[in-house]
């Protein structure tokens, strides 16, 4: 097994409009993309072999038995609709627990927090997706999954730490859909008395819309169920929202008074769902932060983190480094981040996040001077 980059970047990319997905052949973005996102993708096609090192875009690995891995180098477009999926929080039945449409590039990213609930022996999740249309479709998908945990904390955290990876290097990968046809593009295992949490990032790039649906069974060979599971005393959020992302430019000067910033405090009318968002779960933040130090001293800056209504978990990511923030008791500050800031001078930083499945939101990001 070797790599080459004997394909135009572009040649590739419109070979794959054309039909040119088939047999064993995978379709992947990434800058780069990573072995152990290649080897999970491989692995759900049930090869034998899998490359054993990052693949740079325009790059092809070649397998033994004729498999080959496409790099192509393209990004999606930013997310224009963020969507949760929350209700019921708890699986008791079978059955959908989401259902939306897909439209021409316009991605979708959603959101999934569960407790497993299911009888079987080995319950799943599985994302379905329907071409309704007499033409083929074309679909990029980015997804991220924490590990399924009774510590329901960990699962949310890990599938932000996850996604904010595949997020830094754009991986992701290509599917094709007949006309006419529904295809399972992925599987979740519901282990009993679990959480589940997951972001899944959807891409429409050629044919007409699509229909989709997240849909719980308690096995793999029964037959899927579409009917809707509501549940009128579950609280949690179930739905489209309108802003997918969050965006502010704060300042702060050494001197003044703490800055704080808020984080999950909005709350988001579904304009299709069951539930308003509150907590801004699933949205992304990005805040760019302003540090002055007008005095004649080097001084020292910090960012803390500050649960406002129950415990919290976070993942910062700080001009992309990813900053991981442990389990906090809600209202207590815990610094997750410094700089020092030169004397008559100023810094500026990107930070992004987002609000964590099982963590009480909203919260806030603090920031002050310290030693």
Do not use: C
């Not at 001084?299 to 990813?322: C, H, K, S, W, Y």
């Amino acid at each position: 097994m070797h790599l080459k980059s004997s394909l135009s970047p572009v040649i590739a990319f419109f070979l794959l409009l054309a039909g040119w997905v088939q047999g064993q052949e995978l379709w992947v973005t990434g800058q780069p993309a990573s072995t152990p996102f290649l080897r999970s993708l491989t692995q759900e096609l049930g090869w034998d072999a899998a490359p054993t090192s990052p693949l740079e875009p325009g790059q092809v690995w070649e397998g033994p038995a004729g498999e080959r891995v496409i790099n192509l180098h393209w990004k999606a477009p930013d997310t224009t609709l963020t969507a949760l999926s929350d209700h019921p929080e708890k699986i008791t039945r079978r059955g959908g627990l989401f259902f939306g449409g897909l439209t021409n590039l316009r991605p979708l990213n959603l959101q999934y927090y569960h407790l497993s609930q299911l009888d079987g022996e080995d319950p799943e999740m599985i994302l379905l997706v329907h071409n309704p249309s007499s033409e083929k479709a074309l679909l990029h998908l980015s997804r991220a999954s924490g590990e399924p945990s009774l510590d329901y904390f960990s699962t949310g955290h890990g599938n932000n730490v996850e996604w904010f990876k595949k997020k830094i290097r754009h991986e992701g990968y290509f599917a094709e859909l007949p006309p006419g046809e529904s295809r399972v593009l992925w599987t979740q295992p519901l282990p009993p008395e679990h959480v589940v949490s997951g972001n899944i990032k959807m891409t429409l790039l050629e044919g007409e819309p699509l229909q989709f649906a997240l849909v719980a069974r308690s096995e793999p060979n029964e037959p899927i169920s579409l009917n809707n599971l509501l549940d009128e005393e579950d609280v949690h959020s179930r739905g489209f929202y309108p802003l997918p992302l969050q965006v502010a430019e704060r300042t702060y000067s050494v001197g003044d008074e703490p800055l704080n910033i808020a984080v999950g405090s909005l709350r988001q009318q579904t304009f299709s769902g069951v539930k308003e968002l509150r907590g801004d779960y699933g949205v992304e933040y990005e805040v760019r932060i302003r540090i002055k130090n007008p005095t004649s001293e080097q001084r020292r800056v910090q960012l803390l983190f500050n649960p406002r209504g129950g415990a919290a978990t976070a993942t910062m990511v700080i001009d992309e480094q990813i900053v991981e923030v442990p389990l906090t008791e809600a209202f207590a500050e815990v610094p997750f981040w410094s700089v020092s800031i030169a004397p008559d001078s100023e810094k500026y930083i990107l930070l992004n996040t987002i609000p964590e499945g099982a963590s009480s939101y909203p919260v806030r990001i603090k920031v002050e001077e310290t030693k």
